[in-house]
Antibody, heavy 121, light 108 residues
Framework: EVQLVESGGGLVQPGGSLRLSCAAS????????MSWVRQAPGKGLEWVSV???????YYADSVKGRFTISRDNSKNTLYLQMNSLRAEDTAVYYC???????????????WGQGTLVTVSS | DIQMTQSPSSLSASVGDRVTITCRAS??????LNWYQQKPGKAPKLLIY???SLQSGVPSRFSGSGSGTDFTLTISSLQPEDFATYYC??????????FGQGTRLEIK
């Protein structure tokens, strides 16, 4: 069964750091595009970052320079290192496999269950 | 950035109703449009990809159509388990996709 399980969320003070993990089973992280998507409380979905199978990484402007996406192939796990956290980063963070269907065509499936990050003093 | 606008933002309907949700892109995105369903406290679930392709395991009462800037998600006969929030998402501007603001489907 293809599955993603996130961990690492919690309460952190503004300016602090946190690292999220996303353990995959049923497929190989390094052979796929993998994304992080977040959802602030009561709000919609916002794409955060992607890592391609070749290793290229991309970020939303709102997190660029503060967040770093990476993976550990030996652990089949995706990570999101979040530094200089702000109150507006408070959200449930989901990891998702970014299925490539051709140039410009891709979709998120499956998604993990999410992990809550709260940035507050 | 490509803006995605869904309408309506919320909708009340009854079991058995036919429901249509619209998603409009701020520029042409060809058929690079996906639909997700999200229930409270749960992760989103893929329903439709590439505007009209039904994801494996998704009931056939769900369908998608459209291309260019205007897209629709249709549920032919609402079931109790369909009451949820629905999001569209464009991948035309990959690697930076964007989502619509969501449509909340409630029981009348």
């Amino acid at each position: 069964e293809v599955q993603l399980v996130e961990s690492g969320g919690g309460l952190v003070q503004p300016g602090g750091s946190l690292r999220l993990s996303c353990a995959a089973s049923g497929f190989t992280v390094s052979s796929n595009y993998m994304s992080w998507v977040r959802q602030a409380p009561g709000k919609g979905l916002e794409w955060v970052s992607v890592i391609y199978s070749g290793g290229s990484t991309y970020y939303a402007d709102s997190v660029k320079g503060r967040f770093t996406i990476s993976r550990d192939n030996s652990k089949n796990t995706l990570y999101l290192q979040m530094n200089s956290l702000r109150a507006e980063d408070t959200a449930v963070y989901y990891c998702a496999r970014d299925v490539y269907g051709g140039p410009g065509l891709d979709w998120f499936d499956p998604w993990g269950q999410g992990t809550l990050v709260t940035v507050s003093s | 950035d490509i803006q995605m606008t869904q309408s309506p933002s919320s909708l009340s309907a009854s079991v058995g109703d036919r429901v249509t949700i619209t998603c409009r892109a701020s520029q042409s995105i060809s058929s690079y449009l996906n639909w997700y369903q999200q229930k409270p406290g749960k992760a989103p679930k893929l329903l439709i990809y590439a505007a009209s392709s039904l994801q494996s395991g998704v009931p056939s009462r769900f369908s998608g159509s459209g291309s260019g800037t205007d897209f629709t998600l249709t549920i032919s006969s609402l079931q109790p388990e369909d009451f949820a929030t629905y999001y569209c998402q464009q991948s035309y501007s990959t690697p930076r996709p964007t989502f619509g603001q969501g449509t909340r489907l409630e029981i009348k």
